[in-house]
């Protein structure tokens, strides 16, 4: 595709920091990945952070350490890539749709409220695009049941909340770093708390459960030992991974400040287009737009995806509810529906955008966008 939904950015800089790690001592379990984990929380401004091998393992490890086991029930988005309710499914749970807000499109907190029940254990809110979920109503839900909040905020590194950056806002908040997301190691992901306990159980987590920590052991044979704790999964990132994401995140302002300047771009060009919604930004939000959402109306959202495809432009549909994917039409979920969510899915398109999306290409885009609507 000549000019795709989304793109990492890669300098001599991000290549030189991995090729010294590929000639250190250390290629896994070394300094970098401490380094990295200080630097991003250091960043969101929160306590620990915990580098796992991609977000998706980032989520896992948030339900493990939330306790989230058989017969619980955790709300979540259907807007959403798989995963956010995927996790809670690896921990015997039980994803519970609630439906979108139509203007921000993300979790809309009375839907929350009317889906809980008294198996629920947690909300997985998703800022969708980077755009921050209503943080203050999840809160005071969350607060009034009793409820853990994890935030998937893998669109979302950098994104402001009411002056807070997310990360460092709920319980947990996990992030991804895929090469299309804000910053990229490749795959990888990471988790963040200010809670010590979730802390030690996701360090527990990412590495089979084996602690060699003096201080947890509940023997003391040598200092050779080691236990295995709880059963956890090989989650491990390498060092030249994190060397990568550290050198990116010298950057991220930047990305972020180039990814507004497009937006910006395509508010100004798009303003007028009577059969495009352009996304909202709640009041007290600051989106670190990972993705561009327009609405198409008028016309068939199909047809318009073909023809910007067509002319090398790499629309792309974010996302399909969750609750739609067969698996979860097989398995107990035929009668789930989420009118607004399903509504914008008949409608949405995800323009091109990305650090190194020129000025030049995003004219193309928005002239055979105009040309179209």
Known sequence: MAIPYGRQCI?????????????????????????FERIVAEYVRVKYAVAVTNGTAALHAACFAAGIKPGDEVITSPITFAASANCVLYCGGTPVF??????????DPRDIRRKITSRTKAIIAVHLAGQPCDMDEIHKIADENHLIVIEDGAHALGSVYKGKKIGGLSDLTTFSFHPVKPITTGEGGMITTNDEALYQKLLLFRSHGITRDASLLKEAEGPWYYEQQCLGYNYRITDFQCALGISQMRKLDCFLERRRRLVRRYEEALKGCTNVITPYQMEGT?????????QVLNHDRKEVFEKLR??????????????????????GYGSVHCENAEHLYENMLSLPLYPLLTDEQQEFVIQAVKLIL
């Open 98 to 107: 609630a439906d979108i807000d139509k203007r921000t499109y993300n979790i």
């Open 310 to 331: 067509e002319q090398g432009i790499g629309v792309n549909v974010h996302y399909i509810p969750v609750y739609k994917h067969p698996y979860y039409q097989e398995n």
């Open 11 to 35: 300098g001599e800089d991000d290549i030189q920091a991995v090729v010294d790690i590929l000639k250190s001592d250390y290629l896994t379990t070394g300094p970098s990945i401490e380094e």
């Open 286 to 294: 600051d989106s670190g737009w990972h993705l561009y959402i327009i």
